[in-house]
């Protein structure tokens, strides 16, 4: 079955340093792969999808994710990171047909001044 | 601001009360969706309605009762509920049901007393 694995429940990182969360995902075809954040008793955003085509997507507030089929991975990054970034975050695909989103366990980023 | 607006934002209940979530968007999406996401989990789906119509239960009990009355709106029926349905209730909604990127409002905190 088509599934997503985040590996890192929590990750700490210092304002403007670079970030990078992991996704893994196992699925036979290509993928549709996606990026959300949720912040603080607040709904899902949608940061950048991955449908076909270029491998390198850009998202909303700077952040990117590169698709490596070789790799299995679907990697969220963002150069310099800003206090407001600290929330939730999951990595989501597609399943039942395209029918259904499941998503990862998610990464809690927290970001030390 | 989300496109997806949901209300009430907070609820609490008693087991035995009778209540519905709402949910609207007005951005001519024909698919919408019902989540339920416990505290520090990833959201899991509970129901899928396009174009009106119910298309996925995912196994549901029969205490949360669905409603999609046109296609700008979908509703959630409460009734009898039991302390571990406790959650935040998520509805999102997409352009069409298969490999569209779905977008979610801010959710319902459900609190069962």
């Known amino acids: 079955a088509q599934s997503v694995t985040q590996p890192d429940i929590h990750i700490t990182v210092s304002e403007g340093a670079s970030l990078e969360l992991r996704c893994n995902y196992s699925?036979?075809?290509?993928?549709?792969l996606f990026w959300y954040v949720q912040s603080p008793g607040q709904g899902l955003q949608l940061l950048l999808k991955?449908?076909?085509?270029?491998?390198l997507v850009q998202g909303i507030k700077g952040f990117e994710a590169e698709f490596k089929r070789s790799q299995s991975s679907f990697n969220l990054r963002k150069p310099s990171v800003h206090w407001s970034d600290a929330a939730e975050y999951f990595c989501a695909v597609f399943t039942g047909g395209g029918n259904k989103l499941t998503f990862g366990t998610g990464t809690q980023l927290k970001v030390e001044l | 601001d989300t496109e997806v607006t949901q209300t009430p934002k907070h609820l609490v209940m008693g087991m035995t009360n009778k209540k519905s979530l709402k949910c609207e968007q007005h951005m001519g999406h024909r698919a919408m969706y019902w989540y339920k996401q416990k505290a520090k989990k990833p959201p899991e789906l509970m129901f899928v309605y396009s174009y009106e119509k119910l298309s996925i239960n995912e196994s549901v009990p029969s205490r949360f009762s669905p409603e999609c009355p046109n296609s700008s709106l979908l509703n959630l029926h409460l009734h009898a509920l039991q302390p571990e349905d406790s959650a935040l209730y998520l509805c999102?909604?997409?352009?069409?049901?298969?490999?569209?990127?779905?977008?979610f409002g801010d959710g319902t905190r459900l609190s069962i007393l």
């Open positions: 699925y036979g075809a290509t993928p549709y």
């Open positions: 999102a909604s997409s352009l069409q049901i298969s490999n569209q990127p779905q977008h």
């Open positions: 991955y449908f076909s085509g270029d491998t």
